[in-house]
């Protein structure tokens, strides 16, 4: 009887556990927030929202309103007369509750037709164990103890032999007006690996920012140039890595990548959380 209890007890806490861990809060157009002239779709672009998380519209109250469309309103940014989900709270929070395609616009003006206060995205069904990993009722669970690793091993990420060489941009290498992220959507960037940015030289550079700088095109003085027209960057630690050009107005015109770079090796997750990993990165494995 003690053992089935324990067992309840721990299932309900994977499953809370599990839930806590899938919902995530967007900012919808991060720093900008809710507002004119701004490109939603490409903010959108590489996120992977499932149903739990929650969109956050930050505006000024009074300025614009959020409104939930279907997608002929998305398209001719069309208002329904009979509308019950306005909201003009100047910080929004919907949740997504279900799966599926959703949009929404601006309903103030001609905001949405002339100012691109739009957004669709699609949402995923939130995720369950997979039923080889879901324990059993009838099973006591017993977890090994875990290894700790030594300092030496868990501080140095490893360089993985076989890194791959990225040419940004491909064919068109670093130029104005050219999409990044979807050039960088589906790959996988690894420790060890390198970026390869292609220009004529004294036309660009390239400069490693930080999230805030890369949002508003900020360029810092003692933030160092590469201006080779050749430059190798190499991905020497995992985490998010941010880079513009600082010339003149070149990375409010499209010359700015961000990218996501995995540890070379590490060691193997639990299931779900294998599980979730892919589904945050698209199917990818981390």
Partial sequence: ????????????????????ISATNFIVGDAYGWTLNFDY???????EFMVGDKLVFKYPTGKHNV?????NGFQQCVVPAING???????????LATPGKKWYICGVGNHCKSGGMKLVIDVLPQWTLPPSVAPSLPIVP???????????????????????????????????NFDYQAWAAGKEFVVGDALVFKYPMGHHDVRKVNGTDFQYCTVLSHQGALTSGYDVVELTTPGRKWY???????????????????????????????????????????
């Fill in 1 to 20: 009887m003690a053992s089935k209890l324990t067992i309840q007890i721990f299932v309900a806490l994977i499953a809370s556990l599990a839930t806590s």
């Fill in 41 to 47: 779709q490409s903010w959108a672009k590489g996120k």
């Fill in 67 to 71: 409104v939930k469309v279907d997608g």
């Fill in 85 to 95: 989900s306005s909201l003009g709270s100047g910080y929004d929070v919907i949740t």
């Fill in 142 to 176: 017993v977890f090994p103890p875990t290894p700790i690793p030594s300092p030496s091993s868990a501080a140095v990420p490893s360089v993985s032999p076989s890194g791959k060489m990225f040419m940004v941009g491909g064919d068109s290498g670093w130029t104005l």
């Fill in 244 to 286: 513009i050009c600082g010339v003149s107005d070149h990375c409010v015109l499209g010359m700015r990548l961000v990218i996501d770079v995995l540890p070379s090796s590490a060691p193997s997750p639990s299931p779900w959380s294998s599980y979730k990993a892919a589904r945050r990165l698209g199917g990818l494995m981390a």
